[in-house]
């Protein structure tokens, strides 16, 4: 009996892309792979990209290259898949108007080819990498088209782009409509049996009813969420030192300051274009000068 291909999806640990890496490595492995060249690129895509989750954009470019003169005999989503991380890789670095012609080809070809999943992919991508206005724009216009789908993957795509919604309205100061999305995940997501991302929807919250000015109110709900967390935290740590300080308690905060740097530089999912954030969990961690 022929060695079966797994679900290449199936295969990822997104919070930990050094790990997927090698679970892919072992597949390509397979002889099966071999023998299914359009599964081998679009395997090797994914590959491309757990470099650049670990910020080896040279070596995600590479895989990326080796894929890209095979692509165009290779089914539709193999070219999808590439123009998605390539557009990923240069977004990553700065290089924003590669990106958005590779999410604008991965956005075109998905739709005419009914990639839906893929298609809401690139379409979400112009949605985190857009000026606010825009990315409103390209929220609602992934939403619409998500909503419309026949693919229940496709259609699970609601909680991702409501969650980039609601940061766009945080980034634009409409805290209030930012708090209404954010409330509205947390059922969304305890329903789908994820309290992973139920989670996120309340820091979310949280720091939301802090830029409201509620901030008591704010660090209750952090430190519960401290209180309950099954692994470390630095977003939650920052956001309880962030609290002490507007509450004038900076003393108190800046030990949680310092383990939310330790814990956020270290993380493959912090945004490279944040350092100065990174920076300012440094400095508060540290305290006055003496």
């Known amino acids: 009996m022929p060695d079966p291909l797994p679900d290449i999806d199936s295969l990822w640990n997104y919070p930990d ?32 990209r757990t470099q650049s989750l670990q910020r080896k954009w040279p070596e ?11 692509a165009a005999d290779a089914p539709p989503r193999v070219r999808v898949r590439l123009w998605l991380e390539r557009g990923r890789a240069f977004n990553d670095v700065g290089r924003h108007a590669e990106a958005k012609g590779c999410f604008a080809q991965a956005w075109d ?29 390209w929220n609602e216009r992934a939403l619409a088209y998500a909503k419309e789908s026949n693919d229940p993957r496709a259609r699970r795509w609601f909680g991702t782009l409501s969650n980039n919604l609601g940061w766009t309205y945080h980034k634009l ?10 409330e509205q995940q947390v059922p969304y997501f305890e329903q789908l049996g994820r309290p992973d991302r139920a989670r996120i929807a309340r820091y979310s919250i949280a720091k939301t009813v802090r830029m409201l000015g509620r901030v008591e109110e704010a660090l209750a709900m952090q430190r519960d969420l401290l ?10 740590h920052e956001e309880i030192a962030e609290c002490l300080l507007a509450l004038g308690r900076a003393d108190e905060g800046r030990g949680h300051f310092a383990r939310a740097y330790d814990l956020l530089k270290a993380d493959p999912w912090f945004p490279p274009d944040e350092t100065a954030r990174l920076e300012r969990m440094r400095q508060l961690s540290e305290g006055p000068a003496a």
């Open 17 to 48: 892309p050094a790990a997927t890496e090698v679970v892919f490595r072992e597949v390509l492995a397979r002889p099966a792979v071999a023998a299914a060249p359009a599964y081998r690129l679009e395997l090797l895509t994914q590959l491309a």
């Open 60 to 70: 995600c470019h590479a895989i990326l290259d080796e894929v890209e003169p095979q």
């Open 109 to 137: 070809l998905g739709r005419a080819e009914r990639l839906d999943f893929l298609a809401v992919d690139a379409a979400h991508m112009f949605g985190v990498m857009d000026p606010p206005d825009e990315a409103i724009a």
């Open 173 to 182: 100061g409409r805290y209030g409509e930012a708090l209404a999305l954010f």
């Open 227 to 236: 209180a309950t967390a099954t692994e470390p935290d630095g977003y939650v």
